[in-house]
């Protein structure tokens, strides 16, 4: 079962339009610590997030409530592992299987 998971995993990660990064397991706390969040913008440019909680979801249309989540998704993806050293991690527990 995990091993089916982790080659769905690295197939997605093979594809141009996909980057994983893995929060590393040593990290005490991070910015993705608040839930689920999905960062959108339109086609005008404009940028919206949805932040989801265990019983509610909402979507912040703000743009300074807005940016701060994009602001802290960054931080996120600078907190995880680079793409290639996911990749390169997922495949080694993959092979330890």
Same mark, same amino acid.
């Given at each position: %079962? ?6 769905? @995993?690295? +197939? ?8 994983? =990064? *893995? %929060?590393?397991?040593?990290? *005490?706390?991070? #910015?993705?610590? +608040?839930?689920?969040? #999905?960062?959108?913008? &339109? ?10 909680? =265990?019983?509610?979801?909402?979507? @912040? #249309? ?12 960054? &931080? ?8 290639? +050293?996911? *990749?390169?991690?997922?495949?080694? @527990?993959?092979?330890?299987?």
């Amino acid at each position: %079962m995990l091993r089916d998971q982790l080659d769905h @995993i690295l +197939d997605l990660a093979r594809l141009r339009n996909v980057s994983v =990064q *893995v %929060m590393p397991t040593r990290t *005490v706390s991070h #910015a993705g610590l +608040d839930g689920p969040l #999905a960062l959108l913008e &339109t086609p005008e440019g404009r940028s919206l997030a949805y932040s989801e909680g =265990q019983e509610s979801g909402r979507l @912040i #249309a703000d743009p300074k409530q807005a940016a701060v989540l994009h602001r802290r998704y960054a &931080t996120l993806r600078a907190q995880a592992l680079t793409p290639h +050293d996911s *990749v390169g991690l997922l495949e080694r @527990i993959r092979g330890e299987l």
